[in-house]
T-cell receptor
Framework: DQQVKQNSPSLSVQEGRISILNCDYT??????FLWYKKYPAEGPTFLIS?????DKNEDGRFTVFLNKSAKHLSLHIVPSQPGDSAVYFC???????????FGPGTSLSVIP | DVKVTQSSRYLVKRTGEKVFLECVQD?????MFWYRQDPGLGLRLIYF???????EKGDIPEGYSVSREKKERFSLILESASTNQTSMYLC??????????FGPGTRLTVL
């Protein structure tokens, strides 16, 4: 049973528009959430994170929103660029336990 | 620049062979992890280690073992490789409650 779900395997967006990647989790004990980006033939790289005490965290073009009551988080990329084309993994963990649970990933294609 | 390196990018082995995947990090991180990535399944944790000589099972430890004799090195061992262990293997390291740094991955094919 997947504790972290990304229900869209793929997403296509026009360059310059907003990309919204969604993630749902089932375990209410998770209190720290991360997004990673992965290009083909490379390891994932950390993108942005959010603690459960916040509902928004912004870093340049990337913003993560957390809705604890809905157990839902989303990553917004504005404006989207062709270089953003990659697989995005949502991840969640509990503070007292360092094991991280990853979602299955969403493949984003940004069309020039 | 922080770095996690893995011994091989591509590896082809035969069923029943013993396989060693090596991972080295230069960031003095306590935590190290081994994942496998398969299409539609994301990253699944095989084993992790909080310190030298320590190891903990992840979600899919069957058929694998690990060794952490030095802080910077974490090895994944396939005792007797099988075709269902064909996958992308990713090593990562981290400080507690911080993002993980990943190596480039090893694409293992078991024939």
């Amino acid at each position: 049973d997947q504790q972290v779900k990304q229900n869209s395997p793929s997403l296509s967006v026009q360059e310059g528009r907003i990309s919204i990647l969604n993630c749902d989790y089932t375990n209410s004990m998770f209190d720290y959430f991360l997004w990673y980006k992965k290009y083909p033939a490379e390891g994932p790289t950390f993108l942005i994170s959010i603690s459960s005490i916040k509902d928004k965290n912004e870093d340049g073009r990337f913003t993560v929103f957390l809705n604890k009551s809905a157990k839902h988080l989303s990553l917004h990329i504005v404006p989207s660029q062709p270089g953003d084309s990659a697989v995005y993994f949502c991840a969640a963990e509990k503070t007292s336990y360092d094991k991280v649970i990853f979602g299955p990933g969403t493949s984003l294609s940004v069309i020039p | 620049d922080v770095k996690v390196t893995q011994s091989s990018r591509y590896l082809v082995k035969r069923t029943g062979e013993k396989v060693f995947l090596e991972c080295v990090q230069d960031m003095d991180h306590e935590n190290m992890f081994w994942y496998r990535q398969d299409p539609g399944l994301g990253l699944r944790l095989i084993y992790f280690s909080y310190d030298v000589k320590m190891k903990e099972k992840g979600d899919i430890p069957e058929g694998y073992s690990v060794s952490r004799e030095k802080k910077e090195r974490f090895s994944l061992i396939l005792e007797s490789a099988s075709t269902n262990q064909t996958s992308m293997y990713l090593c990562a390291s981290s400080l507690a409650q911080n993002e993980q740094f990943f190596g480039p991955g090893t694409r293992l094919t078991v024939l």
